[in-house]
């Protein structure tokens, strides 16, 4: 059964940069479509961005810009590149994958979360 492992969080300071990753222990019809959710202490998980198996991302209003998603299938890697950040941006990022978009928002394959905290 295929699991996610997200690293890369941290602490910095507001205007730095951060990279994320999550490692899946396999691609499979499951992980065709991969994306970052993010969530505060007494709010919804909320989505950053997402992508399929052929690199076409989208994104939220909020990260566009400063945000970029994109996958190693090699690697069965999927990155968050994060610059730019600010305060707003901290929160708890989770990594999903799911076999279509509509799903991956209520999908049961999440990685283990990683802490991003942006300073002012």
């Known amino acids: 059964q295929e699991h996610l492992v997200e690293s890369g969080g941290g602490s910095v300071q507001s205007g730095g940069s951060l990279v994320l990753s999550c490692v899946a222990s396999?691609?499979?019809?499951?992980?065709?479509?991969m994306g970052w959710f993010r969530q505060t202490p007494g709010n919804e998980r909320e989505a950053v961005a997402a992508i399929d198996g052929d690199g076409r991302a989208s994104y939220v209003d909020a990260v566009k810009g400063r945000f970029t998603i994109s996958r190693d299938n090699a690697k069965k890697t999927l990155y968050l590149q994060m610059n730019s950040l600010k305060p707003e941006d901290t929160a708890m990022y989770y990594c999903?994958?799911?076999?279509?978009?509509?799903?991956?928002?209520?999908?049961?394959?999440w990685g283990q979360g990683t802490q991003v905290t942006v300073s002012s």
């Open positions: 999903a994958a799911a076999p279509t978009l509509r799903q991956l928002p209520s999908t049961s394959l």
């Open positions: 396999e691609f499979t019809y499951r992980t065709a479509y």
